[in-house]
């Protein structure tokens, strides 16, 4: 079975989103990035939160639209107790742990990638999750959505696995350590 991944661009104030879930701001930041072009052929599948997959789209409206600038198709799983419209490719499933299992059995030995900072924050709670890309953005947004929100929660230790440069970022990728 592959990995759990979870993927996100950040401020490096800590923030994945703006005020409201607002995504607009990495307009300016996205272009190439040679880590994440390299990844999305290894994904197998999408694991996301019901807020990330109604929400905000920077690249809505052109060709670039869904995930990862719109070069990534495949199964996606949405952890939510709020089903939206029946979508191609789309289940919805009402925990994490569940979600999980389903996305591994669909991606095979391919990475499950996690889009969304409370799925991802259910994933490290069960000891689901493997690893964390994150594309570190210069800008300060102030306010808004963390990378991870955890009030009392308990210490969790990472090990550095790359560190890369992008015309407009820095890439980050961690493993969990168990």
Sequence with gaps: MGKVLYSAAMSLDGFIAGPGGDAQWMTGYLGPNPEVDDLVPGIGALLVGRRTYGGDDPNR??????????????????????????????????????????????????????????VARGCLDAGLLDEILVAIVPVLLGDGVRLFERPGGDHVRLERLKLT????????WLRVVR
């Design 165 to 172: 440069e992008a015309p407009t970022m820095s890439n980050l």
């Design 61 to 118: 409206g052109t060709e670039h639209e869904g995930a990862f600038g719109g070069t990534w198709h495949g199964p996606q799983f949405v952890v939510t107790h709020r089903p939206a419209e029946p979508a191609p490719g789309v289940t919805f499933v009402g925990d994490v742990v569940s979600a999980v299992a389903a996305a591994k059995e669909a991606a095979g030995d391919k990475y499950v990638t996690v889009l969304g900072a409370e």
